[in-house]
C-alpha cells in the first residue's frame, strides 16, 4: 500500500491508505482536450478551481460505483477501487464537515432540510480518511438545488456535490451502456478523459493559483492525480476507445 498525503488548506494534514500503483501504468500523458474544457477561471480563483475539482470528483466517485456493479473486468475494478479511495481524499480535503457544494458552486452549509440518502451504495468498504480542511474561503448560504446530486459520503451529512450539465450527461450516458465490454470501454475513456482534464486543472491552478496553501495542495496533489490519469490512459490503450 502507499501512503497518500494531501497537504491541509489552511488546518491540517490528511493522509489515507491507497491502492498501490497499477504495474501498466503508462508515463504521463495528457490528452489534447485536457486544456480545454473545466479550467478557464479554475486557473486563479480559488473557489472557481474547488467547484471544478469537486464536480470531477462526484461525477467520478459515482461512475465508479456504478462500476464496480456492473463490470467484471478485474483491471476496471482494481481502477475503479482506486478513484473513490482517491477522489475521496481530495474531496474531504476541499470540502469542510457538514456542508456540500451547490448547483452554483457555492459551499453551503448541512441544513436539516437537506437529507443524506443512505441507500446510495458505495460498492465497498473505504479505507478512513481524515478531514483535511477548505481553502478558507468560508462557507455561504444557500441551497443545493435538485440537479445532478452526487452524496460522496452516504454514511455521513455533506460531502454532496451538484453536478454540471457535462457530470450528469456523462453519468446518463455510462448508465445507458451495455453491459460487458462495451461498458467497461464507455468507463474508461470518460475516466481517462476526465482524469487529463483534472490533471490541467490542478496544474494550471498549482503554477497560478491565487491562494498559497491552495497552490501547496494543488502541487502535492499532482503526482497522484498523473499516476490515476496514466493508469486511466492505459486501460483505455487495452480495452480501446
Known amino acids: 500500500m502507499k501512503k497518500l498525503t494531501l497537504?491541509?488548506?489552511?488546518?491540517?494534514v490528511a493522509a489515507i491508505s491507497a491502492p498501490a500503483l497499477a504495474q501498466d501504468a503508462l508515463p504521463i500523458r495528457v490528452l489534447p482536450f485536457a486544456n480545454q474544457?473545466?479550467?478557464?477561471?479554475?486557473?486563479?480563483e480559488t473557489p472557481a478551481f474547488r467547484a471544478e475539482a469537486l464536480r470531477s470528483d462526484a461525477a467520478s466517485i459515482e461512475a465508479s460505483r456504478i462500476a464496480l456493479q456492473r463490470s467484471r473486468n478485474p483491471r476496471v475494478r482494481n481502477y475503479a477501487n482506486r478513484v473513490l479511495v482517491e477522489r475521496k481524499a481530495t474531496t474531504d480535503a476541499l470540502l469542510p464537515p457538514n456542508t456540500s457544494l451547490s448547483r452554483n458552486?457555492?459551499?453551503v452549509s448541512d441544513n436539516q432540510g437537506i437529507r443524506t440518502d443512505l441507500s446510495n451504495p458505495v460498492g465497498l468498504v473505504l479505507a478512513p480518511v481524515t478531514v483535511a480542511a477548505n481553502i478558507g474561503t468560508g462557507i455561504v448560504g444557500g441551497a443545493l438545488g435538485a440537479v445532478g446530486l452526487v452524496?460522496?459520503?452516504?454514511?455521513?451529512?455533506?460531502r454532496r456535490v451538484a453536478l454540471g450539465e457535462r457530470g450528469q450527461a456523462r453519468l446518463a450516458q455510462l448508465q445507458s451502456a451495455p453491459n460487458g465490454r462495451a461498458f467497461d470501454r464507455t468507463y474508461i475513456d470518460q475516466q481517462a478523459r476526465s482524469?487529463?482534464?483534472t490533471l490541467a486543472l490542478y496544474d494550471a491552478y498549482a503554477k497560478q493559483g491565487d491562494n498559497a496553501q491552495g497552490r501547496r495542495f494543488a502541487t502535492e496533489a499532482l503526482p497522484y492525480i498523473a499516476d490515476e490519469?496514466?493508469?486511466s490512459a492505459s486501460l483505455a490503450a487495452r480495452i480501446g476507445g
Do not use: K, Q, W
Open 195 to 197: 482524469d487529463a482534464r
Open 151 to 158: 452524496d460522496n459520503s452516504p454514511a455521513e451529512p455533506g
Open 229 to 231: 490519469h496514466a493508469h
Open 7 to 12: 497537504a491541509a488548506i489552511g488546518l491540517s
Open 105 to 107: 458552486g457555492s459551499v
Open 37 to 44: 474544457d473545466g479550467v478557464g477561471a479554475a486557473a486563479t
